[in-house]
């Protein structure tokens, strides 16, 4: 179980801001429109050890969302699993990205898009404002959903929308 406090909306610059030095390990997600896009969405999940220096105008995926780009800042507040550490990474980063560009299908990821997570996995996603203190009413856009719930490979995963929407998800 992997439980994400978000905090947002920013501007690329804002969010870089924001960041700073406190978020030495999490993530950020993109919203907004790419070239011939009407309507904004869920774009790029991305993390960082150091997320302040992966916002820029040059990042090789958020310098595709043109129009009405925000920025939102995840922090993991929950605990790493037990066990062996066996990557850089974090194993809640990792699999939260995973989870999200996997199951969200973002346009502009193209890593952790294809294959299934190696465990079972559950994400709560909770939205802040950018006060770091004060939960938002609403989610920041309607197709990013409250819980992303992964069980197994046996097992569909699920998105749930907490007030009634939820959407079942066949394992490939």
Known sequence: ??????????????AKTAAGSDYAHALYMCIGKAAYQRNSK????G???NVSTRLVNDHHKLSLVMKDR??????????????KKLTVTKATLDFAEWMHARFLQLPLNDKKTKGLPSRSVTVL??????DFA???NQRPHAEWPDLLDYPDY???ARLVWFGGKQKKLDSP
């Open 154 to 156: 046996d097992y569909p």
């Open 47 to 49: 993390i960082g050890t």
């Open 1 to 14: 179980m992997i439980s994400i406090d978000w905090f947002g909306p920013y501007s690329l610059e804002g």
């Open 42 to 45: 869920l774009q790029y999940i």
């Open 134 to 136: 004060t939960m938002r």
């Open 125 to 130: 996603n909770r939205w802040f404002k950018t």
């Open 70 to 83: 925000e920025i939102w800042l995840g922090e993991v507040s929950t605990a790493e699993p037990s066990g």
